[in-house]
């Protein structure tokens, strides 16, 4: 004779006795959920991945060999403000220099080669970490990955400098920099994949 198994209301994967890693995996996907039920539409993506730069530090410090930290702001942002130490710096969009009167900004234009890039230094299931200034331009690009196979691209929410209150006189709250996460404003040729014009 043979006992049903009980509902413990762990998943189905868990062997018996070692539930550990479920209770780990069923934290991590409600902290997931809530994460994005607060995100700003702006910085969800459509694989639903988002960590903290705090996070992408650590995640790439307990494994530099398996996790790739990708900053995807300009040159002129890489120079003037720091870049993650270990970052590769792929732009996904450049500066275009005509006021939008409208918006009252000077707009980005995507860069259509930036897939084709980061194919050069990363395969479709490496673990990739995408930061930008505070996770707008994050998204669009872990977007444009995602429609090309990628799956395992999170993006940094809180970007290199993090959000501030709305208004440009407001300390920025967060980011890589606010972290206490390694960064330079000294360029590193050999870790940038720029477009070719």
Known sequence: MTSEPTNTGKPMCCAPGDLSSCDIMT???????ELQANLPEGKKTILGLYVTAKEACEQWKAA?????????????????VGHPTMAWKIPVAIQVYEWDAEKKEFPMKPLLDFVARVQTIAKPDEALMVTCRSGGRGAIAVNMLAK???KNVYNIIDGMEGDGNGDSESVAQGG??????????????ERMVLPKH
């Not at 530099?64 to 002129?76: A, H, L, Q, Y």
């Not at 890589?176 to 040729?189: F, I, V």
């Open 27 to 33: 934290a991590e996907k409600r902290k997931m959920a």
């Open 148 to 150: 090309a196979g990628f």
């Open 64 to 80: 530099p060999d398996k996790v790739k930290i990708i900053d995807v702001r300009t040159p002129e942002e890489y120079l003037f």
């Open 176 to 189: 890589w920099k606010n972290s206490g996460c390694p960064w330079t404003k000294k360029l590193t040729p």
